[in-house]
């Protein structure tokens, strides 16, 4: 069923309407003229119309257009100017009617309906599988595919690597009439050059060494259906003749065969490459190109919808999910980070990224920390977590009688001569305040050696440089000036 709204005529100046008409009709615009009452039914059908509103006797002008915001409507006559402080009154009409006039108005009601928010609504309702977001560039890509599908005329799918090239021909096929049939994919850059032929047009028994019995190849398996010919770009010369001349005659034939076969499929292709520029260097045939180009649809980068991240990872991590058994979340200073990085690998790569973290921090909360460097765009001071004096001095006696050696033997605190004592004196020691000297000491032999840079001596004592910075804040350890 077509979108174009119906065309009304409500004017009761008669000649007027009649003049209108005779106009309308030159152009090829069906249409109908009615009374005020007729219209009014009309239109309290919610059905889509284009209404041109000529003089009522009753002067209901103004609450006919608010009683009927998703109408648009075009005024006959300058007496009507003053409506076009309505939204919905898209220009006005006066006599003599210009063809460039009329037509430029009636294609912006067209616009006025097509971009009404409940229109939106309903078109959004379409089942897209595996297409997320609502950025401009994704809404413009579901309305070529919804405008295209219902065609059988050959789609050119362009856009960088990892776009998901092969999202949208399989959602151009599942709204096609041929959605009861196959979708059949294949690689044209994947697949040797001599090995093409017989991949795409199947081949007979005994037709090459190996041929050992006859084989449908890719149209054949996609016949009722939709054939997506990816990567085209990389299609050698020589092939790209044999299928300018099936898309052209639409048949072909086995290799090895002589049976003329019918090549009933819709075919969708894609690239990466710049086809105009090979054309221009000679590896391209542009009789192809053309046969191919009938109805380009540009895939964007995900640097250019930065806001459908969010929506992106929720969809990614729930498919991962499905296998896993595990996700992550994001802080959302990860999440701005994430927004902020060039994604040179597109939506491929932010699917890797996720793996990658569900496989590190299942199940856990990322931050920008978390991330892997080259993600991080944001400088978010990182929490670094204070802990009681008790765990620490259980910590530093682990590493004090935690053994370096090769052979892993077990070393006791008597292979340790601290201060002198090589047992437990018999009046005893505070070991909280023994255990305190000897970090005092160490750590200031360690800034001493190092010329008090904190980092090496840090390194040295194998611990984290912000917590050495808080030793030495609790132990008043700073550089004497």
Same mark, same amino acid.
């Given at each position: ?15 007027? @309407? ?8 030159? *152009? ?31 002067? !209901?002008?103004a ?41 430029q ?5 067209? !616009?006025?309906?097509?971009? +009404?928010?409940?229109?939106? %609504? ?17 809404? !413009? ?7 295209v ?50 991949? +795409?047009?199947g ?8 041929? *050992? ?14 054939? $997506?010919?990816d ?16 898309? !052209? ?8 065969g ?8 819709? *075919? ?16 391209f ?6 046969r ?67 496989i590190?921090?299942?199940? %856990? ?20 977590? %204070?802990?009681?004096? @008790? +765990? %620490? ?10 053994s ?47 010329? $008090? ?29």
């Amino acid at each position: 069923m077509s979108n174009t709204p119906l065309l009304y005529i409500v004017d009761e100046q008669s000649p007027r @309407s009649s003049r209108l008409s005779t106009v309308l009709s030159f *152009i090829h615009e069906s249409h109908q003229l009615l009374t005020l009452a007729n219209l009014q039914q009309r239109l309290a059908t919610n059905t889509p119309a284009v209404v041109l509103l000529g003089a009522l006797e009753s002067q !209901q002008h103004a609450e006919l257009l608010q009683r009927f915001p998703a109408t648009a409507f075009l005024l006959l006559g300058e007496t009507l100017q003053p409506l076009l402080c309505n939204a919905n009154a898209v220009g006005l009409l006066s006599e003599p009617f210009s063809y460039a006039t009329l037509t430029q108005l009636l294609r912006d009601s067209q !616009q006025y309906h097509r971009l +009404l928010p409940l229109q939106r %609504q309903h078109d959004s309702s379409v089942k897209f599988d595996g297409m997320v977001g609502t950025s401009n560039s994704m809404q !413009q890509v579901r309305f070529l595919i919804q405008q295209v599908a219902k065609t059988d005329a050959n789609v050119l799918i362009l856009g960088p690597s990892g776009t998901g090239k092969e999202v949208v021909a399989r959602n151009i096929h599942l709204l096609s009439h041929r959605s009861d049939g196959p979708f059949v994919p294949i690689n044209c850059g994947a697949i040797p050059a001599e090995l093409l032929e017989s991949e +795409l047009f199947g081949h007979e028994k005994g037709a090459f060494t190996g041929a *050992i019995s006859t084989r449908k190849g890719r149209f054949e398996l996609a016949q009722g259906g939709t054939l $997506f010919l990816d990567e085209i770009g990389d299609m050698p010369l020589p092939m790209q003749v044999k299928l300018l001349r099936v898309l !052209q005659e639409r048949t072909y034939e086995r290799v090895g065969g002589t049976q003329a076969i019918k090549a009933d499929v819709r *075919i969708v292709a894609a690239t990466h490459r710049d086809l105009e520029q090979m054309i221009a260097e000679a590896s391209f045939r542009e009789d192809l190109y053309y046969r191919l180009n009938v109805f380009p649809i540009d895939t964007p980068a995900l640097s250019e919808r930065v806001d459908d991240i969010p929506l992106l990872i929720s969809e990614l991590l729930k498919r991962q999910e499905k296998y896993s058994q595990t996700r992550v979340k994001f802080t959302e200073y990860a999440m701005q980070s994430l927004q902020l990085h060039s994604w040179p690998g597109n939506v491929r790569e932010l699917a890797n990224l996720l793996e990658r973290m569900v496989i590190m921090y299942p199940d %856990q909360v990322v931050d920008v920390a978390e991330l892997p460097h080259k993600y991080r765009h944001l400088d978010v001071e990182s929490y670094v977590p %204070q802990y009681p004096e @008790s +765990l %620490q001095e259980r910590d530093l006696i682990n590493e004090l009688f935690q053994s370096d050696n090769d052979d892993d033997s077990e070393t006791t605190v008597t292979d340790f001569e601290l201060d002198g004592f090589e047992t437990l004196p018999e009046q005893g020691i505070d070991l909280k305040e023994y255990l305190a000297e000897l970090e005092i000491r160490f750590i200031s032999q360690a800034l001493e050696r190092h010329e $008090f840079v904190v980092a090496r001596a840090a390194e040295v004592l194998g611990l984290r440089r912000t917590t050495l910075v808080e030793k030495m804040r609790k132990y008043n350890l700073g550089k004497d000036e």
